[in-house]
């Protein structure tokens, strides 16, 4: 047998040091940690809990490959696409058909993440495990395993905050491991938060119901709701609501709440309920219809606020005999109204659309005026279809590289196949997955933001199609990738205060132009800025935004326009003609104000990047998207966030409480500092850009030696090397989603 050694929360080999397998030990998740430098990857540290769901002993775990779990009807091809995946260095996620000792089935939902050193070595996987077997199919509503026909295993459809649980244990794992060998200050991929998380935000005490499914059953129930009853989530979910229903509970108010859902009517009454233990309590109940686009309710939301309250000359009193006053009954209704708006308000963005595929023809767009520069790429497509006379398939490209991995598909660089020397960015969804995960308003939203967009600092797309599983989006291919790959091989993963300038100005156009379409843009960070071939930047990934209204205004403000020439558009003029136009003493300034009118309570963006309004579950605005441009200058500048701890809860208490400092060690200017502190303001109200937009930034000091208008003809800080482009061989072809 591997020796082995106890350590507190787990085993571990006498390999791993006995401090590291102490930390992994503060972690109460079910996890693995096998180490890649050595021959058959085997665990060097297993958790307590994993141990618990296995049954197996350290000593038969501590030196073993994890193969030990598998039987006879794992999933072979998901096993060797798992092997494949591990080999390649990549972060995998799969669920199997595992066993336990004693020869128990299981469904294991197991994400696998590598950690890398700085060169790209591997020397470290986690595996973290969840077992699904009892979590509720989504279909049918069933429990445990079923078998086909032939004997074999059929996967339930599970509820995605299984996976998104699992996801967020690694992450925690993973900076552990990170830390453990020496990496802890390297970046990691940041991935967006978004619906998934808004309703278990959201601090009341509420419940989301599906009035299509047989009995109305409760889907969804926050944290507090729980706190509040006492029920458990597994007490709760697939059940109506009646169970806090009781003896003494008024049948004319239960009467007006089944109305009401007949209706499809929001209403809100007052009802004797009663918590897990037989405690009663007054229950001040709304219930708000969610509707979709069409009107149709999808869902109900239910919350309850707790209005009982006892008078001490009155100690003799029961609860269900407590007297109200009616100036107290009104005030307790306008809470519970105001609290399901709320949450009606977060559970309608996960109404359902119209599968946004349905229009995803394959034929070409139109190209805007600031895409012809890429004609040589539109005129190689319209060869292709014969001049827009045919749609574009899958089978018109040829794969070269998976280029970017993201929260719901991935990113391939393509080829047409006709003209191999044409490339594209292919980005490639899974229906299955964005229907399973509830994601069909994010690839709604990103695709009407793709097809609307025309802006030389933003993505362009050429045209979108499907196939029976999966959707496609052709977009224009960056050379000079991320800029936060660019950025980790920076000194000291920062740039200089003038690089900062120009990628933070041309940020800043993007925002500007999204903001006058009426779009927030949510998720701003270095991963989603791309670097072109002349080494202008473009932002893309778009599915975190929200789409507006907006109604540009100009406003008028004292003094003069600045003017001031350009490097590259005027290396060539005479001295004369680089002189400003002469203006007078006294006059006026003009500037146009374009910011979205929208106020919502979603819970999206960056981990590092998610503004206080955000985080409060107070709603938020297009300000958003300024507080996110000055995390991304601090970034740049000082190669950290300004807020960043070590867990999540510590990050997203530095951004409501902590004060912001900058570096005493890096130089910068005090009107950098001044820009960003404005920024990042807390009070949305008071910060830079809320009230006069982007002119209002573009207006502050730091910027005052920007061209604005040839800001895209400025040489930038840095140009990506060009690259000769290998020819794509059949034979090098590698499998892409089709």
């Not at 978004?194 to 047989?214: C, G, K, W, Y």
């Not at 919350?303 to 307790?332: C, G, L, R, S």
């Not at 807390?682 to 030696?705: M, V």
């Amino acid at each position: 047998m591997a020796s082995h050694r106890i350590s507190e929360g787990g085993a571990h080999a006498p390999s791993l040091d006995p401090i590291v397998a102490r930390a992994f030990g503060a972690f109460d998740h079910t996890f693995t940690v096998c180490d890649a430098t050595k021959p058959d990857c085997p665990i060097v540290y297993a958790s307590d809990g994993f141990l618990r769901m296995t049954g197996y002993a350290a000593a038969e775990v501590i030196g073993y490959n994890c193969r030990f779990l598998q039987g006879e009807k794992t999933n072979k091809n998901d096993v060797r696409e798992l092997r494949e995946a591990i080999k390649k260095g990549d972060r995998w996620s799969v669920r199997l058909l595992n066993y336990k000792k004693d020869g128990t089935p299981f469904w294991n939902y197991l994400v696998v993440a590598p950690v890398k050193l700085a060169d790209g070595t591997v020397v470290k996987y986690i595996g973290v495990q969840t077992d699904v077997t009892e979590v509720k199919d989504a279909d049918t509503g069933e429990r445990g395993i079923e078998f086909d026909e032939k004997g074999q295993p059929v996967p339930s459809r599970y509820d995605a905050r299984a996976a998104a649980a699992t996801l967020g244990r690694v992450s925690e794992v993973e900076q552990a491991v990170r830390t453990a060998e020496g990496l802890g200050n390297q970046a990691q991929r940041r991935t967006g938060m978004d619906l998934a998380s808004t309703l278990e935000r959201i601090e009341q005490s509420f419940v989301i119901t599906d009035p299509s499914l047989p009995d109305h059953p409760i889907v969804f129930a926050s944290d507090g709701f729980m706190e509040f009853t006492g029920y458990s989530v597994d007490e709760i979910l697939g059940r109506n609501c009646r169970f806090l229903q009781g003896p003494k509970t008024d049948r004319a108010a239960v009467a007006k709440i089944r109305e009401a859902i007949e209706n499809g009517e929001e209403c809100t009454v007052r009802l004797l309920n009663y918590t897990k233990t037989g405690e009663e309590f007054w229950n001040m109940f709304t219930l708000a219809p969610v509707r979709d686009e069409q009107g149709i309710v999808r869902f109900f939301a239910g919350v309850q606020v707790d209005i009982t309250a006892h008078d001490p000359q009155t100690e003799h009193e029961t609860v269900a005999e407590i007297t109200f006053k009616e100036e107290d009954n009104d005030a307790n209704v306008q809470v519970s109204k105001s609290a399901a708006q709320l949450v009606a308000g977060a559970a309608a963005k996960d109404k359902e659309f119209e599968p946004p595929w349905k229009h995803m023809s394959g034929h070409m767009l139109q190209p805007k005026p600031h895409q012809l520069e890429n004609r040589r790429h539109w005129e190689a497509l319209w060869r292709v279809t014969n001049y827009n006379d045919r749609p574009l398939t899958i089978d018109d490209f040829v794969p070269i590289r998976r280029i970017g991995q993201g929260d719901v598909g991935t990113v391939h660089l393509v080829a047409l196949a006709k003209e191999k020397d044409v490339r594209f960015a292919l980005k490639i969804l899974t229906k299955q997955e964005i229907i399973d995960r509830n994601k069909l308003h994010r690839l709604q939203t990103e695709s009407t933001i793709l097809n609307q967009i025309d802006h030389p600092f933003v993505a362009t797309l050429f045209a979108s199609f499907q196939t029976s599983t999966h959707v496609y989006f052709l977009m224009e291919y960056c050379e000079g990738g991320e800029l936060y790959d660019f950025l980790q091989k920076a000194p000291g993963k920062r740039l200089s205060e003038e690089a900062t300038k120009f990628y933070a100005a041309e940020v800043l156009v993007s925002l500007q132009y999204l903001h006058l379409l009426g779009f927030v843009y949510r998720d701003l960070k270095p991963e989603n800025v791309l670097l072109r071939r002349n080494g202008h930047i473009m932002i893309t990934d778009f599915d975190l935004s929200f789409c507006a209204s907006c109604q540009p205004h100009i406003k008028v403000r004292p003094g003069n326009p600045t003017w001031y020439p350009g490097q590259r558009a005027t290396a060539h003029a005479k001295k004369k003609k680089l002189k400003p136009p002469r203006l007078p003493k006294s006059g006026s300034n003009p500037t146009i104000v374009a910011e979205p009118f929208t106020f919502t309570n979603s819970f999206v963006g960056t981990e590092e990047y998610l503004s206080p309004e955000v985080l409060n579950g107070t709603g938020h605005s297009g300000a958003v998207d300024w507080w996110e441009l000055g995390i991304f200058m601090y970034e740049m500048a000082y190669g950290t966030t300004p807020f960043k701890a070590a867990t999540r809860d510590e990050t997203f208490s530095n951004i409501t409480n902590a004060k912001l400092t900058f570096p005493d060690n890096i130089p910068m200017s005090e009107d950098f500092k001044d820009c960003v502190r404005k920024l990042l303001q807390r009070d949305s109200t008071s910060r830079l850009g809320t009230l006069g937009g982007a002119e209002e930034i573009k207006s502050h000091p730091f910027f005052s030696c920007v061209n604005w208008g040839l800001l895209r003809w400025e040489e930038p800080p840095y140009v990506p090397k060009p690259r000769r482009a290998a020819p794509v061989r059949d034979e090098e072809i590698f499998e892409m989603e089709i």
